[in-house]
């Protein structure tokens, strides 16, 4: 009686309803008042997110060598979309070389690249929409290559000349920004672009983009260990805010190693202790970031809530200019990953395969990439820095504060009397469009 | 030695003499990213030298429950740009551990290492002090060195002070300045200005990096180069200018600064930070009220401006040798 009872109820319940109740009928101990937590006898402790208590597992598409995996799904691309793709994925490392190379002859102050990351910032990149906001941490030029950015601007960030519209000359390089292109300017303080990223989505949930747009997040897996990474992941769950969290998990945090920043399961793990959706995907198979990030995104979405992608991958150069990863790494364990897991060839023999590209191509390619970067390089270089006078803007908007302004009128005191005798002053001001006299006249 | 030698150096007495001595922050096991803590993690094993991940309110907030059990933390924040995700760990809570629990706890234990000030490209993030911020968190102790003999016995006297001390390297000297540094074990004092050149006609007050500056300033004005001699009044030149370096800025050395400032009358301060409540603000306030019949011209501050720290822009930034030269002049002819 009683049973026929209960599973008439059951057949009527809502979905969640019924979860409980077979769980009730299973669980003799009923549960907490004020929550679904079933009541048990056994003491058992866990430390992991899979049932069976093994890691996570990584999701591919391809393999190495650029044959599709058994039981894996391409992802829908044609052929264009792939050209794209590749193209911005060769085009990264080019530009790359040539500035990794002119900071080394001092030609800019620092550098970083993104060699061994590309599938990973661009198959994201592509999978994103050109309008979803982007927050950046630093190593993501190629989102704003896939968005048209152009090389010009890239340029004229790193020697920061006048053309620099990302900061005016005033970050290092690197720090790149654009509206137009929803990249919001890069901050060199780790992680606090994670909870910024929540506020991102929250706004663009109550806007006229509403439903259409996420905030899209990148860090890597040594940012994650911020409080702020905490922080963001907690605001874009409970209080519900379209936001991709997108880990470049690339093996080091400078010198110290992945597995120095976590004792879980990587940066996955922790997604469930959210309550979001959470993904492993093979961050040097393009193809895998491409279908991962586009699902990602659309449960982000659709669900209004925040969702992290985990992309496994290696860095294969070194942290930055600054720095010398032979002190920490062998070299032979960089070599070894290059050769055997190269991101970019393994899309390249893809394209083989379904004949959308070819080694005449291939040349074609590179060759007019190597062109083009030398050229936007040689343009950029011989451009003057901004205006001096925007050393005191910006720092605040509408009407200027006495003391900026006081300070302002100081050095135009300063650069009269000794602009022209004063050698490190003098050098530096030809450096500047109108070489400081608009210091001057602004004062007049 | 130079600098980044020397902090190696008193670090490795630091672990020699105490066998509570632990260092730790980012990227320290393998050196450090200014190679101060190089070798150190091979010497002493990694339980006393690691690598924490990647979290500067971590560190501080481990740092502190080290000390808080009689133990000697020694944490490095990698740039003092980055010091902030720690702030409510210094100014809450380590700089309040002693007062809250009446005296029954503290945290005399902890050292904050971190690099500090301009190297001339560092941009918004790799350039500033923010010694200012932490002159209102009484309980805590900033100490800024000038150079490898000071860096090692200063931090030798701040791992062993009673109170946690906020220990800022100006990163341009790691490798820049060289000394012949005693090989012992040695202190200098905390709390104490060192004066470097004794004068009488003005008193020349700074830390860390701009002391270097202020050296060439002082040439120029006993012998100013021929392209600005015009702006060094002749009367000027021979004018004996007092050098402090403050060392200590919380608590800073009242004494010695006014003292010196009856005497001569006048006070230039020169930082890297902006001028609003930097610690100069701080310095002046105290000295207009100590030396207010004594002053013969107002004191003078030569900083940066108050903006955030530009990087193609940072000559014009950084107060250099003509600005502090400037700002001597008309202090001396006010
Ligand atoms: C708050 C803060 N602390 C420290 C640094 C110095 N720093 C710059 S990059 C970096 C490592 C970041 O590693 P990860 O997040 O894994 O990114 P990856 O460089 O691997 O792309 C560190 C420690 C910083 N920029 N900001
Ligand atoms: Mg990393």
């Given amino acids: 009686m009683l049973r026929q009872g209960l599973a008439a109820v059951k057949s009527r319940a809502c979905l969640p309803c019924r979860r409980w109740l077979a769980s009730a009928a299973s669980e003799k101990h009923g549960h907490l008042p004020s929550s679904q937590s079933p009541i048990t006898s056994k003491l058992k402790f866990f430390k992991s997110v899979t049932e069976d208590g093994g890691q996570i597992p990584t999701y591919r598409v391809l393999d190495g060598v650029g044959k599709v995996i058994d039981g894996a799904e391409v992802p829908e691309i044609d052929q264009a979309f792939a050209r794209k793709i590749y193209e911005n994925m060769v085009l990264l490392p080019t530009l790359d070389t040539l500035l990794y190379n002119v900071q080394r002859q001092g030609k800019i102050s620092f550098y970083m690249t993104a060699y061994g990351e590309e599938a990973t910032i661009i198959g994201s990149a592509a999978a994103l929409a050109n309008d979803d906001e982007v927050l950046g941490q630093y190593r993501e030029a190629g989102v704003l290559l896939w968005r048209g950015f152009g090389l010009d601007n890239i340029m004229a960030q790193c020697v920061g000349n006048e053309e620099d519209t990302s900061g005016k000359g005033r970050q290092m390089p690197v720090h790149f920004g654009s509206p137009k292109h929803h990249f919001l300017t890069i901050s060199s303080p780790l992680a606090t672009q994670i909870p910024q990223a929540a506020g991102v989505a929250y706004a663009i949930s109550r806007s006229p983009r509403r439903g259409k747009n996420c905030a899209a997040v990148y860090f890597g897996e040594g940012a994650a260990s911020e409080g702020d990474f905490h922080a963001g992941m907690l605001f874009a769950s409970t209080i519900p805010s379209p936001t991709l969290f997108i880990a470049r998990n690339n093996g080091f945090a400078i010198s110290t190693p992945a597995n120095e920043q976590y004792h879980g399961d990587g940066i996955a793990a922790r997604g469930p202790g959210y309550g979001v959706w959470t993904v492993r995907v093979d961050g040097n198979d393009v193809l895998a970031v491409l279908g991962a990030v586009r699902e990602a995104r659309k449960r982000c979405i659709e669900e209004g809530r925040g969702v992290l992608v985990e992309a496994m991958t290696y860095r294969v150069g070194h942290h930055s200019t600054s720095d010398d990863s032979f002190a920490y790494r062998s070299r032979s364990e960089v070599e070894d990953k290059k050769r055997i897991d190269n991101p970019i060839t393994r899309f390249r023999l893809f394209m083989e395969s379904r004949g959308w590209w070819s080694s005449d191509e291939e040349e074609v390619l590179r060759a007019r990439l190597k062109k083009d970067v030398l050229e936007a390089f040689k343009r950029a270089e011989g451009l003057p820095r901004n205006e001096l006078k925007e050393l005191f803007t910006d720092v605040y908007g509408g009407e200027e504060p006495w003391n900026i302004k006081e300070q302002r009128e100081e050095l135009a005191g300063l650069l009269k009397k000794y602009g022209d005798s004063w050698e490190p002053w003098k050098n530096e001001l030809a450096r500047f469009k109108r070489k400081g006299q608009d210091i001057l006249q602004k004062t007049d | ?334």
């Fill in chain 2, 1 to 334: 030695m130079n600098t980044y030698q020397s902090i190696r150096d008193a670090l490795s007495h630091a672990l020699v003499r105490d066998d509570t001595a632990v260092i730790f922050g980012e990227d320290v096991a393998f050196g450090g990213v200014f190679r101060c803590t190089m070798g150190l993690a091979e010497e002493f094993g990694r339980e006393r030298v690691f690598n924490t991940p990647l979290s500067e309110q971590g560190i501080v907030g481990f740092g502190i429950g080290i000390a808080a059990m009689g133990h000697t933390s020694i944490a490095e924040i990698q740039f003092a740009d980055y010091i902030y995700p720690a702030f409510d760990q210094i100014v809450n809570e380590a700089a309040k551990f002693r007062y809250r629990s009446g005296g029954q706890y503290h945290v005399g234990g902890l050292t904050i290492r971190t690099p500090t000030m301009s190297v001339g490209h560092g941009g918004l993030y790799h350039s500033q002090s923010p010694e200012g911020f932490f002159m209102g968190a009484a309980g805590v102790k900033v100490v800024i060195p000038r150079s490898p003999i000071q860096a090692k016995g200063l931090l030798l006297a701040s791992i062993r002070d009673p109170n946690p001390v906020i220990f800022m390297e100006p990163k341009i000297l790691y490798r820049s300045a060289v000394e012949q540094v005693p090989i012992d074990d040695f202190e200098l004092p905390i709390g104490r200005a060192d004066v470097l050149i004794a004068g009488s006609d003005l008193t020349l007050l700074t830390w860390g990096t701009p002391l270097y500056h202020c050296e060439t300033a002082l040439h120029m004005l006993a012998s100013p180069p021929p392209q600005v001699s015009r702006h060094v009044p002749e009367s000027l030149r021979g004018a004996k200018v007092e050098l402090i370096d403050l060392r200590t800025i919380l608590p800073w050395d009242v004494e010695t600064v006014v003292e010196s400032v009856n005497r001569t009358g006048r006070l230039v301060i020169v930082h890297e930070a902006g001028l609003t409540a930097g610690a100069g603000a701080e310095i002046a306030a105290t000295v207009q009220k100590k030396c207010f019949l004594k002053l013969d011209a107002p004191v003078k501050r030569i900083t940066g401006w108050d903006t955030p720290v530009p990087l193609q822009y940072e000559k014009f930034y950084i107060p250099d040798a003509i600005r502090i030269l400037d700002g001597i002049v008309e202090t001396l002819i006010y």
